[in-house]
């Protein structure tokens, strides 16, 4: 039997994580291809349902990657995707899916090697929990 492999959905910001992940693709530096990026513009725009949407779609795990607190390019926008990653958690433990496997970081343009770091945490992290319960769509 082969090991598990999570499939992890990952939502980065424009200005920061994605561009991290650029700089660690450059560098050549390695980390899980378990993640899927899906670049956003601002974590902020990252709206709960798409949280969800990923999980119904068949994701293990997902992430929320932003710029550090103070340094959105759109002023507050990682206050408030800290705020939603707050409410979120216990709603997704309601509808029966383990908070843990919604994972938020903190990554700055310049940060390729933490990038790596986080990408490698977060599968691991995943990988532990095992697969996600597959939610029923449209029940």
Known sequence: MSE????IVAFFCNWCTYTAADLAGTSRLSYPHNIKSIRVMCTGMVDPQYVIKAFLEGADGVLISGCHPGDCHYI?????????????KPLLEFIGIEPERVQF??????EGERFAQVM????ND??????????VKGA
């Open 105 to 110: 970081s903190w990554i700055s343009a310049g």
């Open 120 to 123: 490698t945490k977060v599968t």
């Open 4 to 7: 598990f492999e999570p499939t």
């Open 76 to 88: 507050s926008g990682n206050y408030v995707a800290r705020r939603r990653f707050a409410i979120l």
């Open 126 to 135: 995943i990988k532990k929990i095992g697969p996600a319960k597959r939610l």
